[in-house]
């Protein structure tokens, strides 16, 4: 991409009520805009980062045999009404709204009911068993405060799987399928080793459910975990049962502040049983069918990763979900001549910044939009018969013959 | 993708209100499922499609210049009232919600003024123009019926471009660059031939837009085109001035039924005034930014399409949007092996039915959902070294050595 054929660039300032820093960074640095407190657009950069991202937790996911569709945000009432979840009271951040041929609907702000509703459809016999379904979609959560930038938003981007299984030993395999699935994903993401699977509340039908959080100052949740992190808890959960369970102790857990960027849940029967998503076993008995559901936050992840490895400078992409590789800068003739050539090789790696401003100004924006890798093509550079890259995260310099 | 670990299957019945051709093989093929009248949710099958419409609308709208980002859904009433389209005297299919916080707020029918007021950030100066930017966002209309299938949605897929100008001239020019770019999306979708380019109403600030109509009986436009098809027009602006400006007759138009699939509309200084949209000239004047609109509806694609070339036996997909390029069938012990093998050196292409089920039933299913091609793999193909390909549009059979 050109940078002088975009739009977009960076600004000097953030709006006055960005209090957050990652949306700050990521407004200033021109990869979001703030339509309202937890309403953000994507803008194309943002957008080539949210798809990075995307694309990764799809890979893992089709490689444990998911199946992505794509549900609506419209929600007929019908079925959360049979599992009492369209009240208020059960679920205190739906946006509601009327039809003009009358009636309410609501805005999903998860969608269990009507995933389990459809796929009544299609599961009737054991046979049908398992499957597995996920999608990339809209929430919308009518949140009273939305004050941490992308990290809780009212309109937001989720991927949502949802399993159905025969039996109860059939979900558990699964579940620990799905367990490794999302490390990979965390790894890929270069968050592996700052987010832990902890263990946290489970509802009405699990005594735990798991998180997955990421350690970060900013994040809204707290856990705590031993030294070797090999048991960690939410801290709705830190008592003395829960510690028994784990075989740990007080004192050997440490406090931080994380933010939750997955969740794995075992539903078990909870949404079969009331939507009546049933089927038959080899013994021609009829059974409920058995659920999991499993979320990862999208743009938050896109906003925890910007609070994660931002510097004074700017924001720091890891590699897979920057927008481009490269940030490409020529000086003088010859260097412009040869960053030219340079880019029409490697377009889809490189973010050219062919804009007649001053070098400085080119140097600072590489810096604060956190591109990877800074390409200058200069007279010195040319002289030695290479670019110079500098890395975008230790601020190395080496020269190189060609690009790899 | 193997049809034994994929949760769709074919249907017997659509649901009894659907009525609409489009919308009951969609259902009954398992593309899409009905959530509510106009509310659908896209299975595997459809996402397919619909991401592949979405490709080839992207990757013409790339070639001249268009840059991709993506607007929210929940609307800030503000820059709305400033233009007096929050009133639903002047937008009569608004969703609108309540805010928890207080404050109503909208679902996005369309985008003009969030993109004007977006825009204010990045435009300022000459230099800055001109600026052509796109998303695919999903649109809630609150329509008083929607009986049409996919064909017209309360919740819907969307491409909206918009253009920005420091000159009329440049307006009209990249307009007409859009008008070309539109015929060659749709020649791409195999709807070239029956899409027609129709003169319709302007609104208030030109005289004339233009829709994008193809010829579809079910469609719920009324169109008028001379025979060779250099002049088209909606009813709504069938009369003597119209005639007139075209230069055309009232007998030698002829009438039809159509579906509306994209419109282009010079929208000049509607928003950008009210919204205070400006830039400095050369001469260091400030003056208003030239806005134009253009829309491709991209779930009424997939309907469109559906109905266009379904026959009795079900869906005809062209290939460009196609799912799956083949349907895989492989019968007899011997068949069945060089089918596994052909499916894994082809996995991309192939839907490979490996269910347990009738050779006759698969055959039933693979006319349903339409896809390409249908490879048959016997006893009889093998002795003749050969796959037996079948071409569901004209049911043409051939003997190939090897695939494509």
């Not at 657009?41 to 798809?51: A, M, S, T």
């Not at 009911?113 to 379904?133: A, G």
């Not at 070797?228 to 784990?246: G, H, P, S």
């Not at 007080?250 to 079969?272: P, Q």
Request: charged fraction near 30%; proline fraction near 3%.
């Amino acid at each position: 991409m050109r940078l002088s054929n975009t739009f977009v660039k960076t600004l000097r300032e953030a709006p006055k009520d960005e209090t957050a820093r990652n949306g700050a960074l990521l407004v200033r640095a021109g990869y979001i805009h703030k339509e309202m407190a937890g309403i953000y657009d994507y803008l194309p950069l943002g957008l080539r980062v949210i798809e990075n991202i995307k694309e990764i937790v799809r890979q893992e996911l089709n490689k444990i045999g998911c199946e992505e569709l794509l549900l609506t945000a419209l929600q007929n009432p019908e079925p959360w009404e049979k599992t009492g979840r369209f009240s208020e009271k059960e679920v205190d951040v739906w946006f509601k709204t009327e039809l003009a041929s009358g009636g309410t609907l609501g805005l999903a702000p998860t969608h269990e009911e009507p995933i389990t509703s459809l796929m009544k459809n299609y599961i009737s016999s054991y046979k049908d068993l398992p499957r597995y379904v996920y999608q990339f979609q809209t929430k919308f959560r009518n949140e009273l405060r939305a004050k941490s930038g992308i990290l809780r938003g009212r309109e937001f981007l989720m991927k949502d799987l949802y399993s159905f299984h025969a039996t109860e030993e059939d979900l558990d395999s699964f579940y620990k399928e799905v367990e490794k699935a999302y490390m990979k994903i965390f790894e890929h993401l270069s968050l592996g080793d700052s987010t832990l699977e902890v263990f946290a509340s489970g509802g009405m039908f699990s005594k735990y459910s798991h998180e997955f959080q990421t350690i970060l100052p900013v994040g809204e949740d707290t856990i705590y975990y031993n030294k070797n992190r090999t048991v960690a808890l939410n801290k709705e959960v830190l008592n003395e049962e829960t510690m028994k369970d784990l075989g740990v102790k007080r004192d050997e857990l440490e406090e931080t502040s994380a933010a939750e960027v997955g969740n794995i849940f075992k539903l078990k029967l909870k949404y079969s049983e009331p939507l009546n998503l049933k089927f038959v076993d080899q013994d021609n008995v009829q059974k409920d069918v058995y659920m999991g559901c499993y979320g990862i936050g999208i743009s938050r992840l896109m906003g925890v990763i910007a609070e994660k490895f931002a510097d004074d400078k700017g924001l720091v992409w890891p590699e897979a979900v920057a927008p481009f590789k490269y940030y490409l800068v020529g000086i003088g003739e010859a260097g412009t001549r040869r960053a030219e050539e340079l880019y029409q090789e490697n377009q889809d790696a490189i973010l050219y910044d062919d804009r007649d401003v001053r070098t400085g100004e080119k140097f600072a924006d590489a810096e604060l939009m956190g591109i990877p890798y800074r390409i200058v093509i200069s007279d010195k550079s040319l002289e030695a018969g290479s670019l110079e890259i500098t890395d975008r995260k230790t601020g190395d310099t080496k020269l190189v013959k060609t690009l790899d």
